[in-house]
């Protein structure tokens, strides 16, 4: 009876891992890897690397330079509604792309709701490369501001009212106390959001379009290259592989190589109830 | 110097705060159950938590006065608070801890603590009496015009409180600087402070040295909060295996525990017995002194004798016919006799 168990969830296993791994590895087994390569050199290729690259990182930038403060006000303040914002924070981690192309479209387009005042200072986003970071990292951000939060929350309070007795003042108590034991937390929120937008495609297509060199970005680029040139289409998607999985490495590994972020040793204060 | 001058009025969760207390150049203890309030006094002087009214000031610095709106952010108040759990910074070194409130003298600071050898330390890889000690540091790096301390020893096993209160006895009395420590251990600060007060749901009920406070106990509460006597003095080997300890008026009394140097020898009230002549017993202590006071607690009452206080039923009081003023022999047993090591 054990045994039949022991089998029945061994073989469920398998199945499962070859349903998740079968699919990526056809990708690498379809053609050899000095086509593969050359695929990557042609210029669709090429321009569509170029395009995430660049989108990605001005993007990348954008959610840690503004999604880190917000995070830490989110995480330390406490306000009437703070619940219902944290939540609302979230809300993009689920909606349908689809849903976030056309919701962008209503606000930035030239008949949306700052059409007129974008239009008045000679600001026209859609279909331009401005369009697909502002896509990005609309999609992206939340996934690092979820997790900067949750990373912000678990430093010990008593550590920051520290800081404060210690002459710090609260910009230098963010920089040498939160910042540093919240690494690990935010390296990982960074990389997910990081691996969210680079495989954004929804939400680019409806807002920025997908003309190469301009907005086509890798996934865009699939799609496109699928019916003229599908060898090209198959080594981008190689390529996307190789970095979710180096994202996903540099999730896993993360906490090892920062342990002191373990502030077992002193028990939180009791935080005032809100 | 600078004397610390508290008044505030505060609302908790079911009661509120409210005291008026001046420190000069003392450890002032506030003592009192957990939940008492006794941390959120500690936090309003550090400018970690704004009172609704009152008003705080440092010498002639003022740091908080809810009437003309001053709020001094905690950075800018010369403090040094050594909290409960010690709050040590754990991605830092030793040193680096210590050096985050002040850069200079933090080679001095480690030295005088005992700490040097562990300047490169994590706080994650010291034992509980070290991590108070440099939580001291750091608090004292800054060169802070008030010491507060915030349960200083409550985070450590007995056996390493004992040895951590009589340092930082030691180390008190060296800075003389004005200390406000917050306990809800009476010993600790008896041990510690020049004055107590204690502190029950908000309000001070009773300030006055350890030893008034355990002999005329302003209500049953105190009475029960102060628990034993506190007398002072040197011990060292005696006869049969005792500990002879000499007091600080000279009289001498004898324990089981063995220890030697600078102790306090703690004696419960209620394991002192009270004659008009000495018992015929070699195992007894005997302190023979008039009647200083007499204060009833519940149906019984605390005679104060000498340095003593003892707790008698209020029958027997009656029987021996006590008056303040009376010459009587306090007794109490060596085993009875509990000997703590202090500064």
């Given at each position: 009876m054990r045994r039949a168990f022991d089998v029945l969830i061994a073989v469920a296993a398998g199945v499962a891992l070859a349903f998740l791994l079968l699919p990526i590895m056809a990708l690498f087994v379809r053609i050899s890897p000095g086509d593969l390569l050359d695929a990557l050199w042609s210029d669709p290729a090429l321009d569509a690397l170029w395009v995430s690259v660049k989108t990605g990182l001005i993007a990348h930038a954008f959610v840690l330079v503004v999604g880190t403060p917000a995070a830490y006000f989110l995480a330390t303040r406490r306000f009437r509604g703070r619940g219902v914002l944290v939540t609302l924070v979230e809300l993009p981690l689920v909606l349908p792309p689809a849903v976030a192309g056309i919701a962008l479209l209503a606000l930035f387009?030239?008949?949306?709701?700052l059409g007129e005042q974008l239009d008045a200072f000679g600001i026209q986003l859609p279909l331009t490369q401005a369009a697909v970071v502002i896509a990005v990292a609309f999609v992206a951000a939340p996934f690092y501001v979820r997790q900067a939060i949750a990373s912000f929350e678990t430093v010990d309070r008593a550590l920051i009212d520290a800081s404060r007795t210690l002459g710090a003042s609260p910009g230098r108590t963010f920089w040498r106390i939160a910042l540093p034991l919240s690494a690990t937390g935010l390296g990982a929120g960074s990389a997910l959001a990081w691996a969210r937008g680079t495989g954004e495609f929804g939400a680019t297509i409806m807002f920025?379009?997908?003309?190469?060199?301009?907005?086509?970005t890798m996934p865009l680029a699939i799609y496109a290259q699928l019916d003229l040139n599908p060898d090209v289409a198959v080594a981008i998607g190689a390529l996307l592989v190789l970095v979710s999985l180096t994202v996903l490495l540099s999730v896993k590994l993360l906490p090892s190589w920062t342990r002191?972020?373990?502030?077992?040793?002193i028990r939180s204060a009791p935080s005032a109830s809100s | 110097m600078d004397t610390l001058h508290v008044r505030l009025s505060h609302p908790l969760r079911s009661f509120r705060v409210e005291l008026s207390l001046d420190v000069g150049r003392e450890t002032v203890a506030l003592v009192g159950p957990s939940g008492a309030g006794k941390t959120s006094v500690l936090r309003a002087v550090a400018g970690l938590l704004r009172p609704e009214r009152g008003r705080i000031a440092c010498g002639d610095e003022l740091w908080f006065d809810s009437e003309t709106k001053v709020l001094v952010p905690p950075e800018r108040r010369s403090v040094g608070l050594v909290f409960?759990?010690?709050?040590?910074?754990?991605?830092?070194t030793v040193a680096q801890n210590v050096a985050?409130?002040?850069?200079?003298?933090v080679a001095g600071l480690l030295e005088t603590l005992g700490i040097a050898a562990l300047a490169?330390?994590?706080?994650?890889?010291?034992?509980g009496g070290e991590r108070q000690r440099v939580a001291l540091a750091r608090a004292l790096a800054r060169n802070p015009a008030v010491l507060l301390l915030d349960e200083p020893l409550t985070a450590l096993d007995s056996h390493t409180r004992a040895h951590v209160r009589a340092e930082l006895g030691e180390v008190l009395a060296r800075l003389r600087l004005p200390t406000l420590l917050v306990t809800h251990d009476f010993q600790d600060a008896a041990a510690l402070a020049s004055r107590v007060g204690v502190l029950v749901e908000g309000r001070i009920v009773q300030v006055g040295s350890p030893a008034e406070l355990v002999a005329t106990p302003a209500s049953p509460f105190v009475a029960d909060f102060t628990g034993g006597n506190l007398l002072r003095g040197v011990a060292r080997p005696g006869s049969g295996g005792l500990t002879e300890v000499r007091l600080d008026d000279g009289a001498r009394i004898f324990s089981t525990d063995r220890l030697e140097g600078h102790v306090g020898a703690v004696v419960y009230p209620w394991e002192v017995a009270v004659a008009r002549e000495a018992p015929v017993d070699s195992a007894q202590n005997h302190l023979t002194a008039p009647i200083a006071s007499m204060v009833p607690v519940a149906n019984r009452v605390r005679v104060r004798i000498g340095p003593l206080t003892a707790e008698i039923t209020a029958a027997s009081a009656e029987r021996l016919e006590l008056r303040p003023g009376d010459q009587v022999v306090a007794s109490f047993k060596a085993t009875g006799t509990r000997l703590v090591p202090l500064a």
């Open positions: 387009s030239r008949r949306g709701l920025a379009g997908s003309l190469q060199g301009v907005t086509q002191f972020t373990s502030a077992s040793l | 409960q759990e010690y709050a040590l910074f754990p991605h830092m985050y409130g002040g850069r200079d003298g490169g330390a994590r706080p994650g890889e010291l034992s």
